[in-house]
């Protein structure tokens, strides 16, 4: 599909009185895969265990029970049978902050999840993407291959005349073979990535047409645009909810640091009496507990540097991603003006046909009008690539 400059302000100016962007082309495909990727569904799985083990730090500490059986000396002494069964408390501070580290683990599970599934569904975008060059490609060298046996043919006419001679003729066949050979390649390209759609898509086969690219538009200021696509980046989120995390983790540290409580009951049999009640206890911090606050700090400071990176390269990277796309629209506006005035196809084949080219002559000239698309394809190509780096912040 070629764009011209009245076309995207006019989709763009829709896109703003919709407030949603264009339809994409591929969103059913990445409807599905985001369905039955089986990778996909792998982490649903893992999230879920995740977060079923990050809910095992809220058990008290088992209890524990103890049996003792003194033999008495002399042995008129008797003997003596203890029971005594204790359950040690933390702080109850320490069970507030740990509920809160919980949930807080289970938000970066969900967050973890989600951006692994913006990378697969991205690497997907991508395939599309590629899947419509090779299309597109692959619709262009159909016209080629045939235009080249035309010639072939109208040249092997003129050689079984005697017109032309051996040479000449064979040029025709070499030209008709590069063309032909190229449609074969891209033929595997295009069986390619659909295989890896397929891949993607959980091994169900790919029943949707991809010819043409998203309607994506690049958006007109990048500095508001990369203000919603912030919010957007699971990444980024997970990075501050990490730095959340870890200062709920410095006041569960604290009060982990703080006297456990133990309570339990005992009781002890001697020579037919018996003696029972009530224990308690208190743990006394001095030295387990020695610089796990401070490590817990320094953790926090380390992972405030590190979401500030994140932010900065996310920035950087988006930002190069959106000046490559500005300067790659310029260069397709500018091939589709040069190949919108002029058709040098059928000029070349006019000035053939009227013997003003040689057949070399007219082949090179012909190659240098096919470079000129293939550029352009390419150049088109690497433009939805960049696009599709933003869409993906879009939602």
Known sequence: MKYNNKYILLIYALMLSWGVNAQDSFQQVLRNIESNNTTLKALQEQTKADKISNKTALNLENPEVGVGYLWGSPTGEGNRKDLSITQSFDFPTAYRYRSQVVAGQNTQADLAYRQQAKEILQEARAFCVELVYQTKVYEELIERVKFARELREAYQIRFDKGDINIIEYNKTKLNL?????????????IATLRAELQRMNGGEPLMDVLDTYSNYVLPLSFDQWFTMAKVNNPALELAEKEVDVSRKQEKLTKALNLPKISAGYMSERLLGATHQGVTLGISIPLWEGKNTVKHQKAQTLALQVQHKDSELQFYNNLKNQYSRASTLSGLLRDYEEVLNVSNNKSLLKKAFDKGQLSLID???????????????????RDYQLALSELQQWDS
């Open 177 to 189: 073979l590069n063309e032909e050979k190229a449609l074969q390649i891209c033929e595997v390209e």
């Open 362 to 380: 007219y082949l090179l000239e012909l190659s240098i009008y096919y470079d000129t698309i293939d550029e352009y394809l390419e150049r088109e």
